[in-house]
């Protein structure tokens, strides 16, 4: 299906300014970190809404859309190791600015739906911890003050280094190791009702197969993550040696943990109940183990996991606007730096207010809420990727020097194929998400012409005319702004 070349002629390490840091185990817990979150502890619940006790189907078929994706992303990054990622790869396809320019845009809303999907599920999860029966509008509240405080944090210069990604995401491995172990201790020892993790118990007004898909447009947002790995390609000790092998393993490791943890789910908790629950991993653990002091424990770990997810997520969004202001691609002020922290204040400030505009918008859905976010965020994901798996078959006439992995050409075709179905309505999306990615794409061609207008005006950087090669390395490349 694919070839991984055994040449040893590799790109030199040379050429970037950044510290390769990285090595196999490394990336890998960076993968696997960034994957594991906010998804599966969050959308457990909604996902069994739509299909029943077969909640796991929609996360496997989640795992091979985002597969044949994945292979799309290796032979990309393993023929250009550069940062940037998709928004490379486009414009290396395409050379359209504006195309370009909302490929960036889409990535740094998805990181904006993103954080906000972790800062309710934050917010759940330490009332939860607390003890307290949380209701819809105290949930926006507390997400909204998670969201300030991480504008703060971000504000200061705060940044998770690689050391503090291996914390986390151990502990967000050891949560989810819980409710696998005691989920399956519960079933063996006749607590919980095998049956019904295969069993279909669709909503009245869907088929099975639409029911599967709904499921899974929500499922994928739980396997998004490994696209923000060949950003660190710069920082990787042989990036076109290691990555293929890294990722699909880590890919792999995810997809088995998330649906033995559905399994266990749907197995414990009857699927309204896990529907209904800002925490439903927490309620998991409760009924797989009403003896320990579970009740504290699993909404802490819960609460880091999507903590570390939505800091992330929001450091990111605010570089990436920062770097593509500072080159030109949006407005100016976008690109102004802390003196004294040297942060970039405003992209930092206006990532945020969307931010707490995006959890306000989806608040009147109460229960609803993470659902939506976290379907925007897949929905806005499905069509970057829709891109780069055609950017690969475009950028086949574009021969390098050195040998990278290959994946055969049926891969690229189905990937865009299944990307850009599960986009399309007849997946049976909510239509707030529609509406959420709409407004967001719309402020995006706004700021695009205002870009335009202004820099025009000033005699600058024309941004419809980048320079392709400093757009590889350097535009939009945050971390060479420093």
Not at 78 to 85: I, S
Not at 260 to 276: K, Q, R
């Amino acid at each position: 299906m694919s070839t991984v070349s055994s040449s040893t002629n590799q790109p030199s390490d040379s050429g970037t300014p950044l510290a390769r840091v990285m090595g196999p185990k490394l990336l890998l817990l960076f993968i696997v970190g960034d994957i594991l979150g906010t998804g599966v502890y969050a959308l457990t619940g909604q996902v069994a809404k739509e299909v029943g006790g077969a909640a796991w189907l929609p996360f496997l078929v989640a795992f091979v859309v985002a597969l044949l994706t994945a292979l799309s992303y290796l032979e990309l990054v393993t023929k250009y190791p550069q940062a940037a990622g998709a928004a490379l790869y486009v414009h290396k396809a395409f050379g359209v600015h504006f195309l370009t320019f909302i490929v960036c845009f889409t990535v740094m809303c998805s990181g904006l739906t993103s954080a906000a999907t972790a800062s309710r599920a934050f917010a759940a999860n330490l009332f939860a911890a607390l003890g307290m029966d949380a209701g819809g509008e105290l949930v926006t509240l507390g997400a909204l003050g998670f969201l300030i405080l991480i504008m703060l944090l971000n504000l200061r210069g705060a940044a998770h280094g690689i050391k503090t990604n291996v914390v986390l995401t151990l502990i967000e491995l050891s949560g989810l190791l819980m409710v696998i172990l005691l989920g399956f201790y519960a079933i063996a020892g006749g607590q919980a009702d095998f049956s019904r993790a295969i069993a279909f118990d669709t909503p009245e007004d869907k088929s099975v197969f639409l029911a599967v898909t709904s499921a899974t447009t929500l499922a994928f947002f739980a396997m998004v993550g490994f696209e923000d790995s060949v950003n660190m390609a710069e920082e990787t000790h042989s990036p076109s040696r290691i990555f293929p092998k890294v990722m699909l393993t880590g890919l792999g490791l995810t997809a088995v943990i998330y649906v033995l943890v559905s399994i266990c789910a749907v197995a414990l908790v009857p699927v309204g109940e896990l529907a209904a629950s800002n925490t439903p991993l927490v309620l998991v653990v409760q009924r797989a183990a009403p003896g320990l002091p579970t009740e504290t424990i699993m909404p802490v770990i819960s609460m880091f996991a999507v903590a570390n997810s939505a800091l992330i997520n929001m450091m990111m969004a605010s570089r990436l606007l920062y770097g593509m202001a500072n080159q030109g691609v949006l407005p100016s002020f976008l690109s102004r730096v802390h003196q004294r922290n040297r942060t970039p204040w405003a992209a930092i400030l206006f990532t945020t207010v969307i931010g707490l505009g995006l959890t306000v918008l989806v608040a009147r859905a109460e229960s609803q809420a993470i659902r939506a976010l976290g379907g925007t965020t897949a929905l806005l994901l499905l069509g970057v990727f829709a891109f780069v798996n055609v950017a690969v078959l475009v950028l086949r006439r574009d021969g390098v020097s050195h040998e990278h992995f290959r994946v055969h050409t049926v891969v690229p075709w189905l990937g865009a194929a299944t990307c850009l179905f599960l986009v399309t309505p007849m997946t049976g999306r909510d239509p707030i998400q529609y509406q959420v990615a709409g407004w967001l794409l719309l402020l995006g061609v706004i700021m695009w012409g205002i870009t335009l207008l202004t820099r025009r005006r000033g005699g600058r950087l024309d941004p419809g005319r980048l320079d392709p090669e400093r757009l590889d390395t350097e535009q939009l490349d945050p971390e060479r702004q420093k």
